[in-house]
């Protein structure tokens, strides 16, 4: 650079001027302003480079020269000036307009896919790290529940090992049990890591379509849920099975794993394991096991109580049903194992060909003798029906059990049973084989069921004669029609057949009715009631008497039947219904609606007719009998019936007083004379038609008790209840006989040392009504215009005006706990026209049946309609 241009320097000093000077003397020659320049930082004039000092001072300078940020050169990266700053994340797209700047690149499309699947990844290998598999012998091994009586003495210990467990090496399991298990559970078990994703989207699909259901759980999967984890259905517990299921899958021998799981599989009836299976449906150890057999048995494992030909528990169980699917799931996995190449097709067909291999009656699987067993199987399904524990986990066992049973009066009923069984029958005579006696107690206003009779032992009759029995009742179901009547009213005679309380009268048991023998039935308008046939039926009396016009009270205490088929027809059916329901009954175990239904079609259990005397007792007061107060396992309490319990208003409390005055009256002067025992009782006898049922139902305001008593052999292969003329070597068996006297020795020592209590006083109540054939003139007497006899029998018959088809023999296939079954009233069941919701024929009562092919009622499970079906947790 030449002299001539260099400037001196000038003289310090301060100010912009002086800066500016400084600025161009450090800078040498002042560039010409350009463009971009002119833009700058807005300080100073426009067009020129601001001079600075030093790179401090002029940081300095272009703080104070403004706050705003310079902004970014539009025609950066585009050939002129320096690129744009890259983004690691390019979204919104740079250098794209309108949608495309929102639409991903297949590069950020592919990362975000690979960086999320290593994050899975990653998250699945730290679970399988983390998760711990607990040891197999510790988990599966099985504990025991504790039942304790009501004054919390230890009653048994049970469950677990008790319900029949044995452990078998998988050399003692027959390969075609195996193969069995394998291709209707899991075809690619030895192929799979544990977990099959391909295999449950099939049997999701499947399901979906409707075809046959399959697992979507292998093996693996299905062996660690029963031998580590609970059976609840939690996203944390499947996310637990699925860790354990792969770290098990790794670690673990496919044999070991297959053997693990036959042998803690539960296939029903109690039996654990294939060998315990094998025992309880074919009384065979599990190697000697057919292919056919095998291939039921895997059958099994879908559903315990939906594919045991026997039957089982709840609504969609039954032997018909249950029958159907077992044998097309059976035939389904023989074929299936051709499919998959573990038989050969020639071999499958041969198989089914042969039949289905149809397994033995069940055996109770338990050690629990005597009433034991009946009351901790009475516990069992009340625990299964309300308190959410599955049966699978509950015979798991470690629960400590609190019961309702008072061990002292279950111990006095079976006494009096036995004192009455061994005074009056002897097993050698004909006539006393067969006979069966059923009982219960509950407690008033609380429901508590006290103590019952379920038979003889419960390891050589199993089923449980104080549950559902299908033994109808007879006669004990009148209290409910005079309820009824007495809630409800009798209609108008000139309304509608639906008509209004305020076109009602509410009936006083002072109401008299025709009670002579062969009266014509009457619809409530006065016309004379026919069936389907257009045939008119004449009810008939306990042998044949004329009781003339009486009052309700007296027809209850002489238990004639003319007066309380009519007073049913006047209230309406539909209402004497609604009263037993309200009282405690069970709606599955109600006749159909007809006019015998007044007359006691209905096959209540003795704990249901128990509990719903005991309404009466209790003023009115419903509550449902129960068996079970708490339960606790290691953890604590996990139910207790405080939460639940809830007593509701059925009656009115003058109304329920008014039928306990009635029923005292039938006691101290009618047929329950045999049931005094030196303090207040009301009661009511009960016999069916042909002498196949006798009851006796009665309580005081502490407790109340239903006997009953049947003839069937239990242990045929064609059961069918027979009639009890001629046992003991009595004419014939009534309520008044040996139920009335169990009931008496029974609740003579359950009551000893208690205050003799006195029932409410009922106060008057509805009108004095006549019924259609009861004439107001002459005025009726409290007692009947015959003499009764000593037995009064409850055994009466009905004639239709003309002439009635002979009964039908009995159906020798109809089971006696089928009501639905028709024998044209043979058993004690029967159709539209003849027994449970037959015409006035047909049923308790004493009436006679008329032929029908249609079927009526409706089974029912154990104690509150019985456990629901329980399927496998898949």
């Given at each position: ?5 260099r400037k001196?320097?000038q003289p310090q000093g301060g100010g912009?001027a002086?800066?500016?000077r400084?600025?161009?003397q450090?800078s040498?020659?002042r ?9 700058g930082?807005g300080s100073?004039r426009r067009g020129e ?9 002029a940081r300095r300078?272009?703080?104070r020269g403004?706050g705003?940020?310079?902004a ?8 002129s000036?320096?690129?744009p700053?890259?983004r690691?994340?390019d979204y919104?797209r740079?250098?794209?307009s ?8 297949w590069r950020?499309?592919t990362?975000?896919f690979i960086?999320f ?6 998250a699945?290998?730290?679970g399988?790290?983390l998760v711990?598999v ?11 529940n504790?039942y304790?009586?009501a004054d919390g ?6 469950g677990?090992?008790?319900l029949?467990?044995?452990i078998v ?7 075609s049990m ?5 291709s209707a ?5 030895y192929?799979?890591?544990?977990v099959d994703p391909m295999?449950?989207a099939r049997?999701?699909v499947?399901?979906?379509?409707g075809?046959a259901?399959?697992?979507?759980s292998?093996?693996t999967?299905?062996f660690?849920?029963?031998?580590y984890?609970?059976?609840s259905?939690?996203?944390?517990r499947k996310v ?6 792969i770290k098990?899958g ?10 693990g ?5 539960y296939?029903?009836r109690?039996?654990y394991g294939?060998q315990a299976a094998?025992?309880a449906?074919?009384?065979k150890?599990c190697?000697q096991l ?5 291939a039921?048995?895997?059958?099994t494992l879908?559903g315990p109580n939906?594919?045991?030909?026997n039957g089982?528990?709840?609504?969609s ?10 044998k097309a799931?059976?035939a389904?996995i023989?074929r299936?194992e ?6 050969t097709k ?7 060909a042969?039949?289905?291999?149809n397994?033995r ?10 009433q034991?067993g009946?009351l901790?199987?009475?516990a ?5 029906a309300n308190t959410?524990?599955?049966k699978s986990?509950?015979d798991?066992?470690g629960?400590q059990i609190h019961?309702?049973?008072d061990?002292?009066?279950?111990g006095q009923?079976?006494k009096?049973?036995?004192?009455v069984s061994k ?6 005579r004909?006539?006393d ?7 219960a107690?509950v407690?008033p206003?609380?429901?508590k069921i006290?103590a019952?009779y ?5 390891l050589e009759?199993?089923r449980?004669n104080a549950?559902y029995?299908g033994?109808q009742v007879g006669s ?9 009547a007495?809630?409800d ?7 509608e057949r ?7 009268t509410l ?5 008299v009715?025709?009670g ?6 009457r619809d409530y308008n006065g ?5 389907k046939h257009n045939k ?5 009396n ?8 009486i009052?309700l009270r007296?027809?209850?205490?002489y238990s ?9 027809m006047?209230v309406?059916?539909d209402?004497?219904?609604d009263?037993?329901l309200?009282a405690?009954l ?5 006749s159909?609606i007809?006019p015998?239904f007044?007359?006691g ?8 007719l ?7 007792a ?13 339960i606790n396992d290691?953890?604590?309490?996990v ?6 319990a809830?007593?509701t ?7 329920a007083n008014?039928?306990t005055?009635?029923?005292e ?12 025992i030196?303090?207040?009782v ?7 038609d042909?002498n ?9 305001p502490?407790?109340?008790?239903s006997i009953g008593?049947?003839?069937v052999n239990d242990?045929?292969k064609?059961?069918?209840f027979l009639s009890m003329?001629?046992?003991?070597g009595?004419e014939s068996i009534?309520?008044?006989s ?5 009931w008496?020795d ?7 040392g208690k205050p003799?209590?006195?029932?409410p006083?009922?106060?008057p109540i509805g009108?004095k009504?006549?019924g259609?054939?009861a004439?107001?003139?002459p005025?009726?007497t ?11 029998s409850e ?5 239709p ?5 002979e009964?039908?023999s009995?159906t020798e296939?109809?089971?006696p706990?089928?009501?639905?079954c028709?024998?044209?009233g ?11 919701g ?8 004493g009436e006679?049946p008329t032929?029908s092919?249609?079927?009526?009622g409706?089974d029912?499970?154990?104690?509150f309609?019985g ?6 947790e898949?």
């Amino acid at each position: 650079m030449s002299e001539h241009r260099r400037k001196p320097p000038q003289p310090q000093g301060g100010g912009r001027a002086a800066a500016r000077r400084a600025g161009q003397q450090s800078s040498g020659r002042r560039a010409a302003p350009t463009h971009h320049s002119a833009s700058g930082s807005g300080s100073g004039r426009r067009g020129e480079e601001r001079p600075v000092g030093s790179r401090a001072e002029a940081r300095r300078a272009a703080q104070r020269g403004g706050g705003r940020r310079r902004a970014a050169d539009p025609g950066a990266g585009r050939g002129s000036g320096q690129p744009p700053k890259k983004r690691f994340i390019d979204y919104p797209r740079a250098g794209k307009s309108g949608f495309r700047r929102w639409v991903p690149s297949w590069r950020l499309v592919t990362g975000t896919f690979i960086f999320f699947f290593a994050v899975l990844l990653g998250a699945v290998g730290i679970g399988i790290w983390l998760v711990e598999v607990p040891t197999a012998q510790a988990a599966s091994k099985t504990q025991k529940n504790v039942y304790y009586w009501a004054d919390g003495k230890q009653m048994v210990v049970s469950g677990g090992g008790d319900l029949n467990r044995q452990i078998v090496p998988l050399n003692q399991i027959p390969s075609s049990m195996q193969n069995a298990v394998i291709s209707a559970e899991n075809a690619s078990f030895y192929e799979d890591s544990g977990v099959d994703p391909m295999g449950i989207a099939r049997a999701v699909v499947n399901m979906a379509r409707g075809g046959a259901t399959q697992s979507g759980s292998t093996i693996t999967q299905q062996f660690v849920k029963n031998t580590y984890l609970d059976q609840s259905q939690t996203l944390t517990r499947k996310v637990k099975e699925l860790f354990i299921s792969i770290k098990v899958g790794t670690t673990e021998k496919k044999d070991d794993i297959l053997a693990g799981y036959l042998n803690t599989a539960y296939y029903g009836r109690g039996a654990y394991g294939c060998q315990a299976a094998a025992r309880a449906y074919y009384d065979k150890d599990c190697v000697q096991l057919t292919a056919s057999e095998s291939a039921f048995l895997a059958a099994t494992l879908n559903g315990p109580n939906l594919y045991d030909p026997n039957g089982g528990y709840g609504p969609s169980a039954d032997k018909t049903a249950n029958q159907k699917r077992a044998k097309a799931r059976w035939a389904w996995i023989l074929r299936r194992e051709a499919q998959v190449g573990r038989m050969t097709k020639a071999n499958a067909e041969k198989a089914i060909a042969k039949g289905f291999p149809n397994p033995r009656d069940p055996r109770v699987a338990t050690n629990k003798q005597g009433q034991i067993g009946y009351l901790t199987e009475l516990a069992d399904n009340y625990i299964i029906a309300n308190t959410g524990i599955s049966k699978s986990k509950l015979d798991r066992g470690g629960y400590q059990i609190h019961t309702t049973f008072d061990r002292n009066k279950v111990g006095q009923l079976k006494k009096a049973v036995e004192k009455v069984s061994k005074e009056n029958l002897d097993t050698k005579r004909a006539r006393d084989r067969y006979v069966q006696f059923g009982g219960a107690s509950v407690e008033p206003k609380t429901g508590k069921i006290k103590a019952i009779y379920g038979g003889k032992n419960a390891l050589e009759h199993y089923r449980n004669n104080a549950d559902y029995t299908g033994v109808q009742v007879g006669s004990t179901f009148k209290p409910f029609v005079l309820a009824a009547a007495m809630t409800d009213g009798k209609r108008d005679p000139q309304g509608e057949r639906e008509q209004p309380a305020s076109q009602r009268t509410l009936v006083s048991p002072s109401s008299v009715y025709n009670g002579d023998n062969k009266l014509t039935l009457r619809d409530y308008n006065g016309e004379i009631w026919r069936d389907k046939h257009n045939k008119e039926w004449h009810q008939r009396n306990d042998g044949d008497e004329d009781k003339g016009r009486i009052t309700l009270r007296t027809a209850m205490q002489y238990s004639v039947n003319t007066p309380y088929i009519q007073l049913g027809m006047d209230v309406g059916t539909d209402k004497v219904r609604d009263a037993a329901l309200r009282a405690g009954l069970s709606k599955e175990q109600l006749s159909e609606i007809t006019p015998s239904f007044s007359l006691g079609t209905s096959a209540p259990s003795a704990i249901r007719l128990a509990g719903s005397y005991a309404t009466f007792a209790a003023s009115g007061q419903q509550a449902e009998p129960y068996s079970v107060e708490k339960i606790n396992d290691k953890d604590g309490e996990v139910y207790n019936h405080k939460e639940k319990a809830k007593v509701t208003r059925a009656f009115d409390a003058n109304v329920a007083n008014n039928v306990t005055d009635v029923l005292e009256n039938v006691v101290q002067k009618g047929t329950g004379t045999s049931a005094q025992i030196g303090r207040p009782v009301a009661g009511k006898t009960g016999t069916t038609d042909e002498n196949k049922s006798a009851w006796f139902s009665g309580y005081t305001p502490q407790l109340s008790t239903s006997i009953g008593m049947w003839r069937v052999n239990d242990k045929a292969k064609s059961q069918k209840f027979l009639s009890m003329r001629g046992v003991g070597g009595q004419e014939s068996i009534h309520g008044a006989s040996y139920p009335a006297e169990i009931w008496a020795d029974y609740m003579r020592e359950a009551l000893k040392g208690k205050p003799a209590k006195s029932f409410p006083a009922a106060q008057p109540i509805g009108e004095k009504v006549f019924g259609n054939d009861a004439s107001p003139s002459p005025t009726p007497t409290e007692e009947p215009s015959e003499t009764p006899s000593e037995e009064p029998s409850e055994t009466p018959s009905e004639t239709p005006s003309e002439t009635p088809s002979e009964s039908p023999s009995p159906t020798e296939s109809c089971d006696p706990l089928d009501i639905r079954c028709n024998d044209g009233g043979a058993n004690g069941n029967g159709g539209n026209n003849g027994g449970p919701g037959g015409g006035p024929g047909g049923g308790p009562g004493g009436e006679s049946p008329t032929p029908s092919t249609e079927p009526s009622g409706d089974d029912s499970g154990g104690i509150f309609g019985g456990p629901t079906g329980y399927r496998r947790e898949q």
